[in-house]
């Protein structure tokens, strides 16, 4: 737990470091992102008249610059996220690139939509038409240039997976993040329905950088890799269903059959809260592999609940006897779901205590509610972040992931 302090404290000096103003900026974004509303919708283009990057956005009563905007390649599902108020959400067709809606650009709108503070405000579906459209507000032109379409190509190496956006605004600003990136699953490369998708979900304080061992070692004459990258220090229940509507999203547009998932650290209590929540809209998940997964929770971050001046919304769900961890055991894994657990057993620099990972204690680790669900677990010569660049990790990765002999779901079989 000692790692943990640490991070912890180096995330409290660095806001110190941003000066007064820094800081209360802070305070007010990881309080403000519980008071969010989120307005889930679809834009719809039955004609084809979508010519161009969408771009979408919510408009209060009366303002003239959008609450929150974002850009899509092509038709499908969004989330904007709103304070609580009363909203129209609109759409256009922007195939100039402007950030404007102008002649001949089909455009959208919706009624009037009221959304409380905490508020998942299912739909509007946008029909996109040819222009005009009554009611049309004059905005200003629409910066966001993120893809927020599921399933958006990108690169390991593009700015939004750097580590430094990953701590800030990921993990200490995340209302920010939400809204100059969003919450997505990204492809490195086209989709392919010969190979399986493996899924890789980062834990607190990460990104898809975490994975990159990962996806050099991967086997990718068998799998493709994906990547959900959301920012840590949401409330978790709402980055496990923002996991939830992209993976299916996904699936209602490629059909994939199969599809495996590994997670590091906290990333594993967020897709586990998934697959119990949601898990018969998931049945082609096969494999949960959950690496390094405080399963018993974080000591640490219930101190910090207590003690840090900013209180990041995310430790309430990874207190140990908190209301998130309860909820968690309170169903069982969907039973058509291997779930294999590797951990470390490596404490690493020598002010560590045995019996932990260097930063998770292995009672966390093995915790008896999660090994109830499992069909398999596995220890390692390794600590916490040095479990994700151990070539003898990754080689067991690959074969557990391929599961050639069937000795997985042999004991899938046994455990039921």
Known sequence: MLSYALRLLRGLLLTALLGGCGFLQLRRDVTEVRHQAVIAGRVADPAALGAGPLRVFALAEGARVPAHALRLREAGDFELFVPAGRYRVFAFADADEDG???????????AVLEVAAGDWSDGPTLTLRAAPLAGWPATAALASGIDALAGARADLAAPQFADDYALVPGYWASLRFLRETGANVYLLEAYDPARIPVLFVHGARGGPRDWQTAYAALDRKRFQAWFYQYPTGMPTALASRLLGRRLASLHARLGFARLHVVAHSVGGLLVREMLIREGARHAYVE???????????????GWGLVASPVVVPAWADFAPRGEFLRALYARDMPAGVCHVLFYGERTGWPLFLP????????ASLLDARALAGACHREAFAETHRSVLHSAAV????????ADDDGGLQASMKRSR
């Open 287 to 301: 494999r949960f592999v959950s690496v390094a997964t405080p399963w018993g929770g974080e000591r640490m971050a």
């Open 355 to 362: 019996g932990s990972d260097g930063s998770v204690s292995l």
């Open 100 to 110: 404007l809606a102008g002649a001949g650009e089909a455009v959208a709108g919706s």
């Open 394 to 401: 990754m080689k067991r990765l690959n074969a557990v992931l």
